[in-house]
């Protein structure tokens, strides 16, 4: 056994041997896809301190994770993946069922029985000479109704680590599942990495995710988008609550008054910035907390309200632009105890992306491990390089975060990277025309999707890659929620993207965007009025405040909330391309709206 073997060495004692009791069901998949899988060593995760640190020991010496200047970075890692493997791949990602009526036109379908047996054939065999590791985890507080529990079986001790951070890993799963507890099964190996055997694939009816040829974050780490959002949301529609691919903040008044706001951006747009938005001195006395950065899972409260709790326990942050004048507060998350990928490595052993603060690094190894220097004509970090932080190192992660409860939803917001047509903030009308809004926002795409940079495409909600059923379906489960609820949040869009003729952005953004957080939370409060147009209610200018922005005035921020009557007969006419391949599954109530926005806006 040579010294890089990715066997498990010198295990101490209690490690690794942590077996879920007492659950046939579980004790009996498992043992089948160690049959299958023919590993050379099982290890049971126990989500324990110890096993951390074993792990990461392990990791090292396998060389798949490089310890960082502890000084510096203390308890942090870095790490590469393949250069095909950087990214979603929303092409290889399917969702198996019965009917492909059932999936959509937006989804990718494959015979459940037919991918089934073809994923089998790849893992027959496909651990041998590997570990395989049993990762027992739970999606949301402990104590939660709308928790769910997941069991990943993996041979990536990355996956493992990463695992880890985003969710609540360890023995408090088994606990959770009890005798006879539903659970969603999550089997994943890397195999050879080749793309042309790369398949992330998704069976709502079986709660459950099998995944192979990825060792890339969304495809390989199963609690997060595939169990969270693609599993989750047919859960969701068959439950009777929702999961969003949303934000959740806490916004706390002077006086104490809190409101907590759920928004929905597209990856690469800024949610992590805004869950973790740094009030202006202007705003002296605001206090923003975050309770999650990507997801939400809501439901309807005794009290006719929306309630939200985040499943995630960590974030899988985009590090390019990540600095401290655009996120210091996700600087500081990512000060210990993370692991960096796919980003530039410098020689003291510290990290380096485009956009971080201060000057490039005289010398680095880019993030395929070449040479970098700040002339090369290449960049030093993968677009799509990432952060994985725990919540808990956030400086300003809110306490509601573990309550069982959730929190209430005063105001929904939706908001993508639009250069032109979208006003800075506006309000739905009611929630079916909010439902409306967030069917029809579009963004320009990002790197966290593979191809298509920069192109707009129409993303409802944000969830045209991550929802796992019939997003005409899915409309209908917004419709339908909405009617459950006495108080349902207001509804709002956003765009901190605007550009002017000469290219450049209208507003300037970062925590200044708490300045149109104010006026939704004055709108939530009933103490600013405003101006009605065919689009919605836009903020009158004596009522946003704008005192204290530096070069900024009426004028540009007439600019930043402008109107634009030919903007959105373009949107709408891209809309209803998008509804019409929906069909029959496409609520009437919607088509009958854009119908009339469409006549609106003429």
């Not at 570990?131 to 507080?141: D, E, F, I």
């Not at 999961?243 to 907590?260: D, I, N, R, T, V």
């Not at 405003?530 to 600019?559: M, V």
Request: charged share 25%; hydrophobic share 40%; glycine share 10%.
């Amino acid at each position: 056994m040579s010294d890089k073997s990715i066997l498990l060495q010198s295990i101490p004692e209690g490690l690794g041997t942590h077996k879920p009791q007492g659950h046939a069901k579980l004790s009996a998949w498992i043992d089948d896809c160690i049959k299958r899988c023919q590993p050379a060593q099982v290890f049971y995760c126990d989500g324990s301190e110890a096993e951390k640190k074993f792990l990461e020991k392990e990791a090292v010496r396998m060389g798949i994770l490089t310890p960082l200047n502890q000084d510096k970075l203390p308890g942090c890692f870095y790490s590469r993946s393949h250069p095909n493997d950087v990214a979603r791949v929303e092409q290889l990602t399917f969702i198996c069922t019965p009917t492909k009526e059932a999936v959509g036109p937006t989804n990718h379908w494959r015979d459940p029985q037919e991918m089934r047996a073809k994923l089998m054939g790849m893992l027959d065999g496909a651990m041998k000479g590997r570990v395989m590791y049993v990762v027992p985890y739970m999606m949301g507080p402990k104590d939660s109704k709308l928790t769910q529990v997941g069991v990943e079986i993996t041979d990536s001790i990355y996956v493992v680590l990463n695992m880890r951070i985003m969710s609540r890993m360890g023995e408090a799963a088994y606990e959770r599942l009890g005798a006879d507890g539903d659970f969603n099964k999550g089997l994943h190996s890397t195999l050879d990495l080749n793309p042309e055997r790369r398949f992330i694939c998704h069976f709502p009816q079986d709660n459950e995710i099998i995944s192979v040829g990825s060792g890339y974050g969304g495809n390989a780490l199963l609690g997060k988008k595939c169990l969270a959002l693609r599993i989750g949301s047919a859960l969701a529609q068959r439950q009777g609550w929702m999961a969003e691919h949303m934000l959740l903040l806490a916004a706390e008044s002077p006086e104490g008054k809190k409101h907590y706001i759920a928004a929905a951006f597209p990856s690469a747009c800024g949610k992590t910035n805004f869950a973790m938005l740094i009030p202006p001195p202007h705003f002296a006395g605001w206090k923003i907390t975050t309770i999650g950065d990507d997801i939400a899972w809501m439901e309807a409260g005794p009290d006719g309200r929306l309630y939200a709790i985040n499943p995630e326990a960590g974030y899988f942050g985009v590090a390019p632009g990540t600095n401290y004048k655009s996120n210091p507060n996700a600087m500081k998350s990512i000060a210990r105890d993370t692991i960096y990928t796919n980003v530039a490595l410098t020689p003291d052993g510290d990290v380096w992306w485009e956009g971080k603060d201060g000057d490039p690094p005289a010398e680095a190894s880019d993030w395929l491990g070449n040479a970098w220097a700040p002339d090369s004509p290449d960049k030093a970090a993968h677009a799509n390089s990432r952060f994985t932080a725990p919540a808990r190192n956030n400086p300003v992660l809110a306490p509601e975060v573990d309550d069982p409860k959730g929190v209430p939803i005063s105001a929904i917001i939706f908001g993508g990277r639009r250069a032109s047509t979208v006003p800075l903030v506006f309000q739905s009308f009611d929630w079916e025309h909010g439902t409306f809004l967030g069917a029809t926002m579009g963004s320009e795409m990002t790197a966290a999707a593979a191809g298509g940079l920069g192109q707009l495409r129409l993303d409802p909600m944000a969830m045209i890659p991550f929802c796992g059923y019939h997003m005409g379906d899915y409309f209908a489960h917004w419709l339908t929620m909405g009617k459950k609820l006495k108080n349902p949040p207001l509804i709002f869009g956003v765009n901190w993207f605007r550009k002017d003729e000469q290219g450049r952005f209208v507003w300037p953004g970062f925590g200044e965007n708490m300045r149109a957080l104010k006026w939704i939370i004055d709108r939530c409060e009933g103490k600013v009025d405003a101006k009605e147009t065919p689009i919605g209610h836009l903020p009158r200018t004596e009522d946003f405040d704008l005192e204290g922005l530096k070069d900024f005035g009426p004028a540009d921020f007439e600019k930043a909330i402008a109107y634009d009557p030919a903007g959105w007969q373009k949107d709408y006419a891209l809309a209803g391309e998008f509804f019409a391949k929906l069909g029959e599954h496409m609520p009437k109530e919607l088509s009958a709206r854009l119908e009339k926005q469409k006549a609106a806006v003429k």
